[in-house]
């Protein structure tokens, strides 16, 4: 397969504001790529990307829930470069307050799944036909939550399952065709997302503590992610698991996820912070 050397490459990212997308942002920019930086946070934009090149940077403010207008920002890109070479698909949200699926607000529920997923949806469709014209890349941001339990996290751990299929299936689609797709799993890291259980609510932060032992418990900078993505993207890898230590988590989570699912059946500890977790509520 063609190496994919960023060089010179047009770059459409979304969520690109903060975090995880800005890091990756940054770090394509250096390796000399055009970037077009769409965010749901005009303001965001703006204030992060004040000082780059506008020759080299497009700034679209842009909500991924919206697919006509994520088509006319692709439309804009296209028509500011002249071609798109490849797709980052990343914007994300969490639940505002963790919750099981008894006590989670109805409409917030649905309000992740609308950016988790068919944001990446709206994202990967506008992008597509530009890409496979370009013989370029998508990739698409889901998560370790991909395949570790999603307990009080559920439709942020179902979004990241779905765009997971989606990025493995789009691999297969467009095979032979000299574009590819590739799925990013970051584990932790530290951006607005996951400050909810890093402190910003104690009991997300005691099931993490209790759950998530050594390394698994850690948070990551976000340029150790868009570091691995740069590696990941120049191969065209089909996965880019970050931080290493999760691969072997990915690897074997068929047997992993029925020893670790069984273990919360009995884990009187863990059902106990449940509970409490949705008296709170
Ligand atoms: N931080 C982690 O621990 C972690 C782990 C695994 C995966 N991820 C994923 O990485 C991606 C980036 O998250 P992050 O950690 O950098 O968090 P972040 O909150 O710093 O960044 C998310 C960005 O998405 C933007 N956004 C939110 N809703 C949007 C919408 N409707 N349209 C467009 N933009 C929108 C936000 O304004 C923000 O700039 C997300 O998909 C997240 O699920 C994060």
Redesign the pocket.
């Known amino acids: 397969m063609k190496k994919f050397d960023l060089n010179g490459k047009v770059v459409l990212i979304?969520?690109a504001?903060?975090?995880?997308?800005q890091a990756v942002a940054n770090r394509l920019y250096a390796c000399g790529a055009n970037l077009v930086l769409t965010?749901?946070?005009a303001d965001?934009l703006n204030r992060t990307f004040a000082a780059l090149s506008k020759e080299r940077v497009l700034l679209a403010p842009?909500?991924?829930?919206d697919m006509a207008a994520t088509k006319d920002v692709v439309d804009q890109a296209v028509k500011q470069f002249g071609h798109l070479d490849m797709v980052m698909a990343?914007?994300?949200?969490g639940a505002k307050v963790p919750s099981t699926m008894l006590t989670i607000d109805e409409d917030e529920f649905t309000k992740v799944i609308n950016?988790?997923l068919f944001?990446v949806w709206n994202t990967v469709k506008a992008s597509l036909p530009h890409i496979i014209n370009t013989k370029g890349h998508v990739l698409i941001?889901s998560?370790?939550y991909a395949f570790i339990n999603g307990v009080a996290n559920a439709p942020y751990a179902m979004s990241k399952a779905a765009v997971e299929q989606m990025g493995r299936a789009l691999r297969a689609e467009l095979s032979g065709t000299g574009a590819t797709a590739g799925v990013l799993y970051?584990?932790?890291?530290d951006?607005?997302?996951?400050k909810v259980a890093f402190g910003g609510h104690d009991i997300a932060t005691k099931l993490v503590q209790h759950a998530m032992p050594g390394p698994f418990g850690r948070r990551v900078k976000?340029d150790e992610i868009a570091l691995a993505v740069v590696a990941g993207v120049e191969r065209r890898a089909s996965q880019i698991i970050a931080p290493r230590y999760w691969i072997p988590m990915s690897w074997f989570r068929g047997i992993i996820n029925i020893i670790s699912d069984a273990m919360l059946d009995k884990d009187t500890k863990f059902q106990k912070l449940i509970r409490e977790l949705e008296q709170k509520q």
């Open positions: 979304t969520g504001a903060g975090g995880i997308g965010d749901v946070s965001g842009l909500d991924v829930t990343n914007a994300g949200i950016v988790d944001g941001t998560s370790i970051p584990g932790w890291v951006t607005n997302i996951a976000p």
